[in-house]
């Protein structure tokens, strides 16, 4: 089965001067960090385990302890790395640090990771927010396996169908947005949604629904707040019903086939905001069908 990979390197903290006595406790470290590289993790456990009560060494026993105990499954501490076949472990986006859980409400399953970027003046772009895409296991394995069962995995991947299928289909979906930019206000949101919403509903459905536009931004409501961190889940349920949430309170739902199909096409359909979550939902979508 595939995995969704998301690597990332951990931030270095910058080196500064040191005096005799800080020398100590730095070269201890750097002793520690090579055993463990090599390998002796369990080596230097016991290393600082047998050494005097150095506050610095009580740290470094209490860091090896916690992170590299052999009776604990770790991933690299340098690099991260998550399978969907992994059920726990979040899965970070690498450009502005939001984690993702990989299982969302038990049964969606985490399949791409996006960013959506706004230009501000027309100078500078600005990270808005991050967005997961998830679908339900089962719903993805009865309404497409019939339809892909013939192709291989590596075949399915090469078919821009597979996720066109995924936006048509009664299949339970998630779309999480977590923001990045501190200073998003609601007014903003709900803006660019009558924007970008509302073109995908003339595109797809051949002309302005504005009633239904309106039905859906004015869930947005001028009072909610959203700080670094907020989450907006929009999550279609079966029989094509739209739940909007925010910071897990629900701000309404429609029923409505355009308007779901819309807002995924915003996300995964061919003009999107990231085209790298596209390829991920498609790779991943693939393994599904095949597992």
């Not at 002796?40 to 740290?59: V, W």
């Not at 052999?70 to 726990?88: E, F, R």
């Not at 302005?208 to 309106?214: A, G, P, R, S, Y």
Request: charged share 25%; proline share 4%; glycine share 6%.
């Amino acid at each position: 089965m595939a995995s969704l990979r998301f690597p990332f390197l951990f931030s270095q903290p910058q080196k500064t001067p040191s005096s005799v006595t800080s020398n100590a406790p730095s070269n201890f470290f750097s002793s520690v960090a090579v055993a463990v590289a090599a390998g002796g993790s369990a080596g230097a456990i016991i290393a600082i385990t047998q050494s005097s009560k150095n506050p610095f060494l009580e740290s470094a026993k209490n860091f090896l302890l916690s992170n590299f105990s052999p009776n604990k499954n770790h991933a690299s501490p340098l690099w991260g790395c998550v399978s969907l076949a992994d059920n726990s472990a979040p899965v970070t986006e690498p450009r502005t640090g939001m984690s993702f859980p990989s299982i969302l409400k038990d049964t969606q399953r985490l399949l791409g990771i996006g960013l959506r970027k706004k230009a501000v003046f027309g100078l500078k772009n600005i990270d808005v927010y991050a967005y997961g895409v998830y679908a339900d296991d089962a719903d993805v394995k009865k309404y497409l396996a019939e339809k892909h069962a013939e192709h291989s995995v590596s075949e399915i991947q090469q078919k821009e169908e597979l996720r066109n299928h995924l936006m048509e289909n009664d299949i339970r979906t998630t779309v999480r947005l977590q923001i990045v930019y501190g200073r998003l206000s609601i007014k903003s949101v709900r803006s660019a949604f009558e924007e970008s919403v509302g073109s995908r509903l003339r595109k797809i459905g051949g002309y302005d629904n504005k009633e239904l536009l309106q039905r859906f931004t004015s869930q947005f409501k001028d009072d909610i707040k959203l700080p670094r961190g907020s989450i907006i889940e929009l999550s279609r349920d079966h029989d094509y019903v739209l739940h909007t949430r925010i910071d897990g309170k629900e701000m309404g739902s429609i029923q409505s086939k355009l308007l779901c199909r819309s807002i995924l096409d915003l996300y995964i359909g061919d003009e999107s905001f990231d085209h790298k979550a596209n390829e991920d939902v498609e790779s991943n979508l693939a393994s599904l069908l095949h597992k």
